[in-house]
């Protein structure tokens, strides 16, 4: 048995004994995560969207999601690795079908990707970086809590989001803010 499947067991068991309230909280809580992110984003967006370094991260960042997710999908065909609840697992969640591979989560790619994206802004906004660390953080353990993803699907999928969202906010974040203000400096010169 591998660490990964050891731990996957002991977390499943946990879940399989805590109560019900907890597991629908965690059941919720998985595409929650996702959504809170998202709106965490938006929210962002819409308050600092007089800030171009603000407005760039965030539009990259989604550029980021969508590219790993793609990747995500791409990794999961060519590794091909049945989901662990098909086995004797114990899993709050239904099992997806099969063909729906495990490796790696895709709720932990999008969580991580907006997570890492939205962290890149931790000095002007820490509260809200700590937010996204916290939800991403989450979203990927609930993966594993629910009983669909062995542990390395979600270390997998943490750095497949990390990687992809510091590759696509990071070296072009500048050059697109001075984009954006030139931009927005040109159109209140023709008003």
């Known amino acids: ?16 004994d805590t109560p019900w309230l907890l597991q629908e909280f965690f059941e919720l809580g998985t595409n929650g ?4 992110l998202l709106g ?3 929210l962002l967006l819409w308050r600092a969207r007089a800030d171009a370094h603000v407005v760039v991260t965030v539009l990259l960042t989604a550029v980021a999601t969508v590219t790993a997710y793609l990747l995500s999908e791409l990794l999961k ?31 932990t790619v999008i969580a991580t990707a907006i997570a890492a994206g939205l962290l890149t802004l931790w000095r002007r906004h820490p509260a809200t970086a700590a937010l996204a660390l ?20 979600v270390l997998a999928g943490i ?17 697109a803010a001075e984009r954006l203000t030139a931009v927005r400096q040109s159109r209140r010169s023709l008003r």
């Open 1 to 16: 048995m591998s660490w990964s499947d050891a731990l996957y067991d002991l977390v499943t068991g946990v879940a399989a």
């Open 33 to 36: 995560a996702i959504l809170a």
């Open 40 to 42: 965490l984003a938006a």
């Open 77 to 107: 065909v060519f590794v091909a690795q049945d989901r662990p609840c098909r086995g004797s697992a114990v899993s709050l969640e239904p099992c997806p079908p099969v063909g729906d591979f495990s490796f790696p989560s895709n709720h």
């Open 134 to 153: 916290l939800l991403g953080a989450f979203a990927g353990f609930s993966r594993v809590f629910v009983g669909v993803h062995y542990p390395h699907d």
């Open 159 to 175: 750095a497949l989001g990390t990687a992809v969202a510091l590759a696509v906010v990071v070296p072009f974040r500048a050059l």
